[in-house]
């Protein structure tokens, strides 16, 4: 199972949370770096949760599963340098699981939640530059298909 697992990384992500909200209300801020341990267990848990077959984010690189771009499928092909996006942008989607667990959402509720939005993506680095140019900080359906990219079909 590894050191890492929804069993340990849930307490510690309320426990942040928790920490989270009393360093704003001691006046420090999330840009400051309040969410910061937030968004990196969540992220933990999510890879745990979604993508059980790897033992680092980087691995999805190689991993012949992985959703990605067309144009990052042929780069890959070539050799070339391809990047993960996190369709979510990260501190949004700890905000979004901060509000969760603030309105009392049970452990099931949280993992229900990271199964059903996390998700990776393979995309060049142009494709990433132009996602984040157009939307680098809200929620959105699906940021990749606002970006017009193509996803690559086996």
Same mark, same amino acid.
Do not use: W
């Given at each position: 199972?590894? /050191? =890492?697992?929804?069993?340990?990384?849930?307490?510690?992500?309320?426990? %942040?949370?928790?920490?989270?909200?009393?360093?704003? !209300?001691? $006046? %420090?801020?999330?840009?400051? $770096?309040?969410?910061?341990?937030? !968004?990196?267990?969540?992220? *933990?848990?999510?890879?745990? @949760?979604?993508?059980?077959?790897?033992?680092?984010?980087?691995?999805? /690189? #190689?991993?012949?599963?992985? !959703?990605?771009?067309? #144009?990052?499928?042929?780069?890959?092909?070539? $050799?070339? /340098?391809? @990047?993960?996006?996190?369709?979510?942008?990260?501190?949004? =989607? #700890?905000?979004?699981?901060?509000?969760?667990?603030?309105?009392?959402?049970? +452990? #099931?509720?949280?993992?229900?939640? *990271? /199964?059903?939005? =996390?998700?990776?993506?393979?995309?060049?680095?142009? !494709?990433?530059?132009?996602?984040?140019?157009?939307?680098?900080?809200?929620?959105?359906?699906?940021?990749?298909? +606002?970006? $017009? *990219?193509?996803? =690559?079909?086996?």
């Amino acid at each position: 199972m590894g /050191k =890492y697992h929804h069993e340990n990384l849930i307490p510690a992500l309320r426990l %942040f949370i928790e920490a989270r909200t009393k360093a704003l !209300e001691g $006046g %420090f801020t999330d840009n400051g $770096g309040a969410i910061h341990s937030v !968004e990196r267990i969540l992220d *933990i848990l999510s890879m745990h @949760l979604c993508f059980p077959h790897l033992s680092h984010i980087n691995n999805l /690189k #190689a991993d012949l599963n992985a !959703e990605i771009s067309e #144009a990052a499928h042929e780069a890959r092909s070539r $050799g070339e /340098k391809i @990047l993960i996006e996190h369709v979510l942008p990260q501190r949004a =989607y #700890a905000q979004k699981v901060i509000a969760l667990v603030n309105e009392g959402a049970t +452990d #099931a509720d949280l993992i229900a939640f *990271i /199964k059903a939005n =996390y998700r990776l993506v393979l995309l060049t680095q142009e !494709e990433t530059t132009r996602i984040n140019r157009l939307n680098r900080s809200r929620l959105s359906d699906d940021r990749i298909a +606002d970006a $017009g *990219i193509k996803l =690559y079909e086996s």
